[in-house]
């Protein structure tokens, strides 16, 4: 199977049972997969899969005191994904095949929370159709359950939530649109002027909101992920860099010898015909796992160029690096570059790291040369940690910092909006009146 090949033709058409297999499966963690595997093979008598040693080695090691259980034994029965909670409402939809398609796409690119990131445009150049169609398709995941989903925004999120309350009315909606930011950081009075709204309701909807759940997709979220196993190790070799595939992650699957010989055994027609089947889904995993397999080969050793720097000197000289040009170097979609990061781990001589934590955006400095948002997180990290605590730097003072010090030019909002990325609080929030 090409790895491009779900994002031509073929979505234009409703999604197999085995293309949605194969693109789950490129996003599956090493634990996913193993997973997978274990139900697959409960289901399919024509599949061996042995346990990972990665598994077994780190079981006995932390518990060496207790009866030993492998980790097959230790996983709970598979709860429904996020995924497969909105397929199999999508699937009760009165669609055509193109709008079926979007549907399916959009959901697809959503994260672990429940909110989509990639901008329609984007979804749409993707997936072959007008931006329109994407925006319906969008809706009508919003429409769905878990309340919430699809947003972009947390914003939008709630105001999803809130919509299927009976909260929801035009001066809910002109304060959650208008007025979000006054609303999170609590100026009842100036909101209570500018919207003609009593300050006892607006406390009856913060502790309204309070009740809502800002990551919808959170219930569905695997709860077994115990610890972080490196897919790739990184290693200095002789002052080159060099990338080995973690071999304790390779999944150990076979056919069942016994079953294969009923296979030239026709004389029962119905059971030559059950296991013809099994061995053609088996077949299909193989050939799924291989292009998994091979996908992040290429994605690991095209990093290993971009970002030798950083293996070699550490994560401040991360260069800037976007999905997209990645793309183009292993010659396979965006999105197919975003699917095969997540859930995904480096190990470096600087520690570990995730597969999407190597890609930044750039921007500009003043010399004509470039550094990475990550860099200038890193950067306002430092500054917040180091200012007066009884008199913060505010976001535009952080931005004249940044200019005037380490040249790198970014507006006020971009501050706030890096900002708030970091979990960091804004300045009037940060101050101290007695220092600690």
Excluded at 41 to 53: C, T
Excluded at 158 to 183: A, D, G, P, Y
Excluded at 409 to 427: E, H, M
């Amino acid at each position: 199977m090409e790895i491009g090949l779900f994002q031509q033709q073929s979505l234009k058409l409703t999604m197999s049972k085995e293309l949605s297999q194969a693109i789950s499966l490129l996003q599956y963690s090493s634990m996913d997969i193993v997973a997978f595997l274990h139900e697959q093979a409960l289901q399919n008598p024509l599949i061996d899969f042995s346990e990972l040693p990665v598994y077994t080695s780190h079981n006995q090691k932390n518990h060496a005191t207790s009866d030993s259980t492998d980790y097959m034994s230790s996983i709970p029965a598979p709860k429904e994904t996020l995924y497969e909670h909105l397929m199999n409402q999508s699937a009760l939809l009165k669609l055509d095949e193109c709008e079926q398609a979007a549907v399916e796409f959009v959901i697809h690119s959503l994260d672990d929370a429940g909110y989509l990131h990639d901008e329609l445009i984007i979804l749409a150049n993707q997936l072959g159709q007008g931006q329109e169609q994407v925006e319906k398709a969008l809706q009508l995941v919003q429409q769905m359950d878990p309340a919430g989903v699809g947003a972009r925004s947390l914003q939008e999120c709630l105001m999803l939530q809130l919509k299927r309350s009976n909260q929801w009315t035009e001066k809910v909606e002109q304060i959650l649109t208008h007025h979000f930011e006054e609303f999170a950081y609590k100026k009842w009075m100036k909101i209570s002027k500018l919207c003609q709204i009593s300050l006892e309701a607006l406390q009856q909807l913060h502790e309204q909101i309070k009740k809502l759940n800002p990551r919808p997709g959170s219930f569905y979220m695997k709860s077994n992920e115990r610890f972080i196993v490196p897919d790739f190790i990184v290693k200095i070799e002789d002052g080159n860099v060099v990338a080995y595939a973690n071999e304790d992650l390779e999944p150990r699957l076979s056919v069942n010898e016994q079953y294969k010989l009923q296979l030239k055994n026709r004389q029962n027609q119905e059971m030559f015909s059950y296991l013809q089947e099994k061995y053609r889904e088996f077949q299909w995993i193989m050939k799924s796992l291989h292009t998994r397999k091979d996908t992040l080969n290429a994605l690991m050793n095209t990093l290993l160029v971009e970002q030798e720097a950083f293996f070699k000197k550490g994560p401040s000289y991360l260069k800037p690096l976007t999905m997209k040009e990645v793309a183009e170097q292993t010659s396979v979609h965006e999105s197919t570059i975003s699917r095969a990061t997540r859930h995904k781990y480096i190990q470096t001589p600087f520690g570990t790291f995730s597969m999407k934590s190597f890609f930044s955006t750039s921007i500009q400095l003043g010399n004509n040369e470039a550094t990475s948002t990550t860099h200038v997180k890193e950067l306002l990290k430092k500054l917040v940690s180091e200012e007066n605590k009884q008199r913060p730097l505010s976001d535009q003072q952080l931005a004249n910092v940044l200019q005037s010090n380490y040249n790198v030019t970014i507006s006020r909002r971009t501050v706030a909006k890096y900002r708030d990325q970091l979990n960091v609080l804004p300045s009037s929030q940060r101050k101290l009146f007695v220092t600690q």
